[in-house]
């Protein structure tokens, strides 16, 4: 299940209201639990192609 990424969501939700959460599943059935726990984007693992897990950095602040 999900329960223990679930619960790390949340916690980081606690801590920084702010930060960009992305999950990944390993079955597309646990994408809601996954969303309603806090996530931004979930991933997952059947189906995905891994490209597609990096296309969210693209859009990231350049850091210095």
């Not at 679930?6 to 996954?34: F, K």
Request: include cysteine.
């Amino acid at each position: 299940g999900t329960r223990g990424s679930e619960e790390v969501i949340r916690i980081a939700r606690e801590l920084n209201p702010d930060i960009r959460v992305l999950a990944r599943s390993n079955y597309i059935l646990e994408i809601p639990e996954l969303q309603k726990a806090g996530a931004d984007t979930v991933f997952a693992g059947e189906g995905e192609e891994p490209q597609e897990f990096c296309w969210p950095f693209d859009e990231l602040p350049e850091t210095d």
